[in-house]
């Protein structure tokens, strides 16, 4: 484990140290000792992200992120940076999911890696869900063809991160209808009001 304190002044070592890595972080407040955990397949493109506070503002409109929103309310002053460990893409995720269980972080509204498990909008999100239009959307399906364990996920960025390849990585896998690190079929199933439709792209 790699703990980064001072992180504004840090902040060129930081991304200087984790440039390309791939692995799992830990963010902690250290006023409050509550933290969050997370993966990327870039560190440090990742960690750039969170010094950009227009970035942060425009997520917790979005998604109502906590981490985002102490970042902004507690200030970078108040913040601890651990690396937790380096792995490779296959098993980020299953990495980032065993820190989740372990360190069992307050500011992960998702408690499963990968997925949109136990997220939950905020009042003004729903709102704005309840008073739309019907809308036209889809949801990704993988499969892994050695066991056929079957996931769904509301995108095809989660599914990506879920098998450990980038999103532009799997649209290429999906277009070109090939598997997936030769394992794993993606469906992406169109859904209109509710229904899913029988038009899907898929890996065969």
């Known amino acids: 484990m790699i703990k980064y304190e001072s992180i504004l002044l840090n902040k060129s070592n930081i991304l200087e140290d984790n440039k390309g890595k791939i692995g799992v ?6 006023a409050t000792n509550e933290s969050y955990v997370g993966s990327s397949t870039n560190i440090a493109k990742r960690l750039k992200k969170y010094y950009c ?3 942060l503002r425009s997520k917790i409109l979005k998604h109502n992120s906590r981490i985002y929103k102490s970042i902004l309310e507690y200030n970078y002053s108040n913040f601890n ?6 792995c490779n893409k296959e ?3 299953s990495r980032e999911q065993y820190y989740i269980d372990l360190l069992n972080p307050e500011y992960n509204i998702l408690k499963k890696a990968g997925s949109c498990l136990g997220f939950k909008h905020s009042p003004e999100t729903l709102l704005k869900f309840k008073n739309r ?3 036209t959307g889809h949801v990704t399906i993988v499969i892994n063809n050695d066991n056929k364990h079957r996931r769904e996920y509301n995108s095809v960025r989660a599914a990506a991160k879920s098998i450990g390849v980038s999103h532009t990585t799997l649209l290429r896998y999906i277009k070109n209808s090939k598997l997936v690190n030769k394992t794993y079929k993606v469906y ?3 859904i209109i009001c509710k229904n899913i439709t ?3 792209i898929h890996i065969s």
């Open 188 to 190: 992406c199933v169109n």
């Open 198 to 200: 029988n038009t899907y």
């Open 81 to 86: 940076l651990e690396i937790l460990e380096y």
């Open 91 to 93: 098993s980020l995720i």
């Open 133 to 135: 239009e019907p809308a």
């Open 25 to 30: 972080y830990r963010w902690i407040n250290t």
């Open 53 to 55: 506070n227009s970035y």
